[in-house]
T-cell receptor
């Protein structure tokens, strides 16, 4: 079942922070985050496994709350290069990765 | 290492024509996925293979769509006959296994006139 992402879109000024949420109605084994820039393929950012871990990539970090079946992606001190559409992908048990509809992030100067 | 390779990168064709998209997964990856992306519907999984065997084709929109994986290093997605509503970006992705990180190819941008 497709995870739900929120918000659908967010506009920031350079240096501002943002949070993107991803929730599922199923018990999750892992959550993956991808970023897709306009005209390009989705690119893997990070994976979070069951266990409530938090990971980081540059100034982008994420948390995974398996009890709430949700993950959040944190973008701090955003840069122009962060612009793009962020997708979460979730895995439940042995099921394949299922992607959310994406959150479009625009960072303006 | 080379990533996922897709060809052609762009395809413009007329309605009714056959279209064949090609994908070479990352060497050693056992799973291959075909996605379609449009503004309206986002990223849709069409079909996926594990060890060259189709596992789930429930995302294939119609019988006009077919996919094959004759060996571990090559897959095709065919549309026959093509229609304007098939216009989209088609991505191929591969993964070491059915579960886990997927690595996307650059995509094929298809325009059916």
């Amino acid at each position: 079942q497709q995870p739900v992402q929120s918000p659908q879109a967010v506009i920031l000024r350079e240096g501002e922070d943002a949070v993107i949420n991803c929730s599922s109605s199923k018990a999750l084994y892992s959550v993956h985050w991808y970023r897709q820039k306009h005209g390009e393929a989705p690119v893997f950012l990070m994976i979070l496994l069951k266990g409530g871990e938090q990971k980081g990539h540059e100034k982008i970090s994420a948390s995974f709350n398996e009890k709430k079946q949700q993950s959040s992606l944190y973008l701090t001190a955003s840069q122009l290069s962060y612009s793009g559409t962020y997708f979460c992908g979730t895995e439940s048990g042995s099921e394949k990765l299922v992607f959310g509809k994406g959150t479009k992030l625009t960072v303006n100067p | 290492d080379a990533g996922v390779i897709q060809s052609p990168r762009h395809e413009v064709t007329e309605m009714g024509q056959e279209v064949t998209l090609r994908c070479k997964p990352i060497s050693g990856h056992n799973s291959l996925f075909w996605y379609r992306q449009t503004m309206m519907r986002g990223l849709e999984l069409l079909i996926y293979f594990n060890n060259n065997v189709p596992i789930d084709d429930s995302g294939m929109p119609e019988d006009r769509f077919s996919a094959k994986m004759p060996n571990a290093s090559f897959s095709t997605l065919k549309i026959q006959p093509s229609e304007p509503r098939d216009s989209a970006v088609y991505f191929c992705a591969s993964s070491p296994g059915l579960v886990g990180t997927q690595y996307f190819g650059p995509g094929t941008r298809l325009l059916v006139l």
